[in-house]
């Protein structure tokens, strides 16, 4: 358990850099900011398929970076409260779901939450080309960058 919760930890950490980056420039490449937005969407989405609460979220929204900041704020309670309620039995326990291209799948819970983590941190990579190709700097949001800065303990 003390692995997922230093996931999640990372991953609300990396989420803020990425963030944090994008305000740095003027005109932040509206690629990048989808990109961004996708991966908050995304967690909400898992978010509700683990309480099972089949709510349609857009995975592809268009938001503000303002709106974004919001939405990383929510998020990081929304992990927090929900990681503090698992158990070894919780995390075992399978999840049926459906997903975007409507086809109904079946998954652990830690293998879920081992899968946001990862998305997430494909997405924010895209973040960062979109970025760099535009001529900025991106966030350094490497795991072992944020233990060795002890952002992530």
């Known amino acids: 358990m ?3 919760h230093r996931l999640f930890a990372y991953n609300d950490w990396a989420n803020r850099e990425t963030l944090t980056s994008l305000k740095k420039t003027s005109g932040a490449p509206a690629r990048a900011v989808r990109y961004l ?6 967690e909400r989405l ?3 398929r683990l309480a099972q609460d089949p709510a349609k979220v857009p995975v592809w929204p268009e938001p503000t970076l ?3 900041e919001a939405r990383i704020g929510e998020l990081a309670g929304l992990w927090k409260d929900y990681l503090a309620s698992l158990t070894p039995e919780k995390l075992a ?4 779901y459906t997903n975007t291209l409507g086809q109904v799948w079946t998954n652990t819970v830690e293998d879920i939450l081992t899968h946001v983590v990862m998305h997430s941190a494909y997405h924010r990579a895209q973040v960062a ?4 190709a535009a001529g900025h700097e991106p ?3 490497d795991f072992i960058h944020a233990v060795r800065q ?3 303990k």
């Open 37 to 42: 937005g996708h991966v908050l969407a995304a």
């Open 66 to 68: 303002d709106e974004c």
């Open 139 to 141: 966030a350094y949001t």
């Open 93 to 96: 326990r399978q999840i049926r």
């Open 150 to 152: 002890g952002f992530v």
């Open 46 to 48: 898992w978010l509700g």
């Open 2 to 4: 003390p692995d997922l």
């Open 129 to 132: 080309a979109e970025l760099r």
